[in-house]
């Protein structure tokens, strides 16, 4: 069985190479409409989404995360923030940021919905997009409140994901071995 949404769920990869310019208007208000219609706890529908198309801002923000995260105990991170040549947005002009009211019942995993049917509207109007969680750590520390007012996220919200969109500078066509040990049926 195959239809529209199955082609387009197993098409998306992760895309870390974008073109400079900026995604069209229509393309992005596409894929805002699809994280509105993620599936929420109860429906609460308790997300806000920061949409940041600034240069300066989003080099702002890797700066900041990238000097947190060089303080995280853990090694792997700590050599990601290091590294000068590392951008967390992998260059991509239009970054969303998903954060969270922080009262909400499962509101990661509400976040986490939303950030996915942003990814696949993505690929299904042709854009690269890739899940970055790289960004929270911008929000560590004594200046996150005003970080957070500074991007319009609301009170009582916290970042959780990021999504970061552009154009492909490159077609990514090959499929990772998927396990096939990780299903188990009970009838």
């Known amino acids: 069985m195959t239809n529209e949404v199955l082609e387009t769920i197993k098409r998306r990869r992760s895309i870390r190479s974008f073109k400079e310019e900026q ?15 993620a599936p929420s706890a109860m429906n ?3 997300w806000h989404f920061t949409v940041v198309q600034n240069k300066e801002i989003l080099e702002m923000l890797n700066a900041r995360a990238k000097k947190a995260a060089a303080e995280i105990d853990n090694e792997h991170i700590q050599q990601m923030a290091k590294n000068e040549n590392f951008n967390i947005f992998y260059g991509a002009p239009t970054v969303v940021i998903i954060s969270g009211d922080e009262a909400a019942l499962l509101i990661d995993a ?17 854009l690269g997009s890739c899940w970055v969680n790289f960004v929270v750590f911008a ?7 005003r970080l957070k007012q ?19 500078k490159v077609e990514r066509t090959n499929v990772p071995a998927k396990k096939e040990t ?4 009970v009838k």
């Open 23 to 37: 995604i069209k208007d229509e393309e992005l208000q596409a894929i805002i409409e699809a994280g509105r219609y």
């Open 110 to 126: 509400d976040c986490a919905a939303a950030a996915q049917n942003m990814l696949l509207a993505a690929e299904s109007v042709g």
């Open 150 to 168: 500074q991007l319009g996220i609301p009170e009582g919200f916290r970042p959780f994901y990021s999504v970061v969109l552009g154009y492909k």
């Open 139 to 145: 929000f560590q520390g004594d200046e996150s409140l």
């Open 44 to 46: 609460q529908q308790c």
């Open 182 to 185: 990780v299903v188990n049926y």
